[in-house]
């Protein structure tokens, strides 16, 4: 799963990688020996069987050709989906701001231009990490046995450079290049060493001012308001929970998520826990990578097949966000109009979020989608054109049903990676308003 900033794909080169491989087999139809032997044997002779259009991969017999439409059928598949999901999505946050479905990225930035002038000084300010990716390491595994037929499926793995599932409650050796991470709550709520997401609580023994939540009583101008828990612009007297929704380093109690190194022992069995790879080291993995994968070693006509199928399993998680805004002074309505306000900024949250990871997905999936595209000519045609002049007559029709589903599939992609194209637009002017 390699993540390459490319967002083309070169569909004619798909088509002119046609040209030659079918010539030696245009008279498997022809009405001799040959066509009569098919239909005796029951081999489909016109390909009417079912393809890619009906999501059949097994289309010729031979595993590599099958394999890559198998790959195929799984990335179109996964391209289409993370486009309806940017556009529900984008017509979510348009239908908040009074937009019709279907609204162009530049329709929807003014809207929601217009809609934050009215409501905020200073606009939307919002902070997150990336989306965190991973991929199926056994998605990767399994096609490679399926595309290279040397492969012991017995024998095969892959690496992850990144970070690989692990069992949390029991004793697991990362080995040498790796570190036992957990993820969850941390012990005694100390995540001093590691990452808090969530709030960051700190108790004070003296009352100071408070940049987050106040828990306690809160002195502002003399009065005192007690069992106070909000922002308190004064001093605060008691705990101060400071929101770290984008992560960060946290001195006090976290209450919250915490990533931090395993302890003696491994983590407890209510984290998460994952065997994270030292800077440019490669691990061996069987289960989910948060990451790059590195597929099985296969063939050359299978390498982009095994990474397409990978990559077709990428999920992003959306990240966490932090908002910071100013609602303006002469808001009319009060304090219903910040209500209002802020039930729009919940909902706003779900969508934002989700088009971010559609987003960190789509990287992924055009960038195999491309290799894909690019190995079609050995992954396909070169098989073609390896077939033996003795092959069995089977083998002979499968490829050239092969060859007549090789356009329909990249007419059918290029239609699904032209409206994902469209909507990540959007999703980019959309992203751009803040």
Known sequence: MKQKHRRGIGWITFGLALGTGGATLQGCTDDGPGGRIAEQCGL???????????????ISGIASIDAFFGAAI?????IEGLSGSLRANLDAIGASV???????????????????????????????QPAQCSASVEAGVSAAAECDVDVDPGEVSASCSGSCDAEAGVEVDCGAEATLMCSGTAPQLDCSAGTCSGACVAQLEVAAECSGTCRGSCTVDGSTMTGFDGACAGECDGECAVDMSAGGECEFSCEGNCDYEAPEGGCDASATASCQAEAGASIECSAGCEGTVDPPSVSAECEATVDAKASASVQCTPPTLSFSYELRGDLEGGLQAEAEFRAWLEGFRIHFGAILAARAEAEVVVDAAAALVASASGAVQGAVEDLSADANISAAFGARCALIELPIAAEAMASSQGDLTANLSAAVEVVGVF
Not at 74 to 78: I, T
Not at 103 to 128: H, K, P, R, W
């Open 74 to 78: 799984d990335l179109n598949a996964a």
């Open 98 to 128: 009074g937009l019709e479905p279907g609204a162009s990225g530049a329709e929807l930035a003014a809207g929601l231009t217009v809609f934050l002038d009215a409501n905020l000084e200073g606009g939307l300010t919002i902070d997150y």
């Open 44 to 58: 489909d002779v016109d390909c009417t069987a079912g393809g890619f259009a009906e999501g059949q991969a097994s």
